[in-house]
């Protein structure tokens, strides 16, 4: 059963199931046991600028989640960091914004949410997190109400319907397998965080072939414990595009067409976005 | 390495100071550092025309093709000495029989996808409308002689090289091999310089037997030149050491560096596409939206000449001599 993300008011395949396959009783439940669970993906970072390769991350991240069978990615967040980061040539975060939106124009599925960046401090990504996950609740239990409202089969049960009903995305945070790394650097994150994320929600990690994050979760008795929570995806078709590169190149006139969409680049040209003033940082 | 060298050269030739670097007893060496006075003394707008040209499958272009250019083109201005006016894509022919290789008409298109937002990048399709298989060089020829035709400053007696002033002719002797009578000499002023743009490993595939032959590798290095994007640390710069005829002509293959790790084959995307996968990003959004409508790359598709022998293998493996050394 594919997970209904459109009009609420369209009867569920599981309800048509049910009428064709009379013969056995435990029909609904066998559907429901062999749908997907609906998740979504959040990747945060500098998006300093957008290229290819960070949309190229969720396009894996999708195929293969789908590919276990188990889930149907539902929707893609970009969440840039806010401009408080304080990282050297960080450039504003409305550039930044309408330039990942620009990037996403062509895409059905991802888009780009600005709540992070609106955050007068710099906001953990736990607490990202935790936002996002919030706001799909709330949303949820819209929908939810709505079904209700506009149910067309009189006779159905309070009982039937919530088995029905939507169930809630996971959210899972989407990242390099460097960031595992990262874990066990002091001070860099609070232990109390790192285990939210990989209980509560789950990382969707992208790696390229050759390196072995497997390695960083077993040096840590934390990220074993939930190695179950963690998705290990090898990038096989290697396309590196640091954001970094692409601003030096900019800054000293060399192309950087095919690496970020066209629409970014006359952005960037347009407003002069990465010079080397911003590159030393204000 | 003689032509990361003078790529070292080139570019402190802004400046008068000119490092003196011992590279044994070559002569050219000795004249060099008078070449460049020479040439920092000239017209800093007298820069040399290049157009670049392509070879290869596109089976299906990616954004990593697309990358060779705007890469090459970069490389060149910064030397200072090259203005690339051109890039020209040009596809095999389906007569090349490698394998999986989808007709000639779908790759062409898919190209032409590619590069309408260009305006510098084009698609020849001549080369894919041949009938029979057409060696590297041959392709170069015609292209080369299409620019001198459509070259208003054309002339033919002007067959012999010009020298621009300043210029020493003694350190060109090395430059050429016999250039055939009924050919225009890619020397004569006026007519853009054409560049063979590959990757390393079209660089290294001269090294396989019977798939080149020795004199169209000679003439192309001679009389064209190649532009040969590398990822660092590979084996160009000791494959260009190691063979006689590619050390001789030297100055005329340029090593460019790729800065980003790029490694989008068109035989990984047709494996991802065979899976299922997405290859958004990977190529531009109109070919990947071409693909898709007319379903082109599949299990069958890969099996496509299975089995037959590569054109140039079969053609020089019948008229096989003795294995040339390259």
């Not at chain 1, 048509?16 to 046991?33: I, L």
């Not at chain 2, 060779?68 to 022919?93: N, R």
């Not at chain 2, 090395?174 to 000499?185: F, G, T, W």
Request: glycine residues 4%; hydrophobic residues 35%.
């Amino acid at each position: 059963m594919e997970w209904i993300t459109q009009t609420p008011l369209r009867e569920p395949a599981s309800i048509q199931k049910k009428v064709k396959c009379r013969s056995r009783s435990w029909c609904a439940v066998s559907v429901m046991m062999k749908s997907r669970l609906p998740l979504v993906l959040l990747a945060c970072g500098s998006f300093n600028p957008i290229t290819n390769m960070h949309m190229r991350l969720f396009e894996l991240a999708r195929d293969h989640l789908h590919q276990t069978g188990r889930y149907q990615v539902i929707e893609g967040i970009i969440s840039p960091v806010s401009d408080n980061y304080g990282k050297r040539g960080l450039v504003s975060a409305r550039h930044r914004i309408a330039m990942a939106q620009l990037a996403l124009e062509t895409s059905d599925w991802i888009r780009v949410d600005p709540w992070e960046s609106e955050q007068e401090k710099w906001t953990e990504t736990v607490k990202v997190l935790r936002h996002h996950y919030n706001e799909s609740l709330r949303s949820l239990q819209f929908r939810k109400e709505l079904m209700r409202k506009n149910w067309p089969i009189e006779r159905a049960t309070e009982d039937f319907l919530s088995s029905l009903d939507p169930v809630s995305p996971e959210l899972k945070l989407l990242c390099g397998a460097d960031i595992l790394k990262t874990f066990s650097t002091p001070n860099l994150w609070k232990e109390e965080h790192i285990k939210e994320i990989v209980e509560k929600f789950g990382l969707v990690c992208i790696s390229r072939a050759g390196s072995d994050p497997v390695q960083y979760i077993s040096e840590s008795e934390l990220l074993t414990r939930f190695q179950h929570n963690i998705h290990l995806v090898t990038e096989w078709i290697q396309n590196e595009i640091s954001a970094t590169h692409i601003r030096h190149a900019l800054c000293k006139g060399l192309s950087v067409k095919y690496l970020i969409p066209d629409s970014v680049i006359s952005y960037i040209k347009h407003y002069n976005i990465y010079t080397e003033e911003s590159e030393r940082g204000k | 390495m003689g032509q990361a060298m003078i790529s070292l050269f080139s570019r402190t030739s802004q400046n008068t100071q000119i490092s003196t670097l011992v590279f044994g007893c070559d002569s050219e060496v000795l004249h060099l550092d008078l070449w460049l006075q020479g040439n920092h003394m000239e017209n800093p707008d007298n820069k040399r025309e290049v157009v670049l040209l392509a070879c290869g499958s596109f089976n299906p272009i990616t954004n990593m093709h697309l990358r060779l250019f705007e890469l090459a083109k970069d490389y060149l201005h910064e030397t200072g000495k090259y203005k690339v006016i051109k890039g020209i894509i040009s596809p095999v022919g389906d007569a090349y029989k490698k394998k999986s290789l989808i007709s000639a008409n779908h790759r062409v298109t898919m190209a032409q996808l590619a590069t309408e937002s260009s305006d510098w990048v084009e698609v020849d399709d001549w080369e894919s409308s041949q009938n029979e298989w057409l060696e590297t060089l041959k392709v170069l020829r015609y292209h080369h002689q299409k620019l001198a035709s459509s070259n208003p400053d054309n002339s033919l007696q002007s067959a012999v090289p010009l020298i621009k002033p300043g210029r020493k002719r003694k350190q060109e002797a090395n430059r050429y091999i016999p250039v055939k009578k009924n050919q225009l000499s890619p020397e004569t002023k006026g007519v853009p310089q054409l560049k063979l743009l590959c990757g390393a490993d079209i660089l290294e595939s001269f090294g396989i037997p019977n798939l080149w032959k020795l004199e169209d590798i000679t003439e192309i290095v001679a009389n064209h030149g190649l532009v040969c994007i590398t990822r660092a640390g590979n084996n160009a710069q000791k494959f260009i050491y190691e063979s006689d005829t590619l050390w001789q002509h030297k100055n005329n293959i340029h090593l460019v560096e790729e800065w980003i790790t790029n490694d989008i084959s068109s035989t990984k995307i047709r494996r991802a596409l065979r899976r299922g996968q997405s290859v958004r990003y990977l190529v531009p959004d109109a070919v990947r939206a071409y693909i898709e409508k007319h379903n082109l790359y599949s299990p069958e598709s890969e099996d496509r000449n299975a089995g037959v022998i590569l054109a140039p293998l079969q053609k020089y493996a019948r008229g096989c001599k003795q294995e040339q050394t390259l």
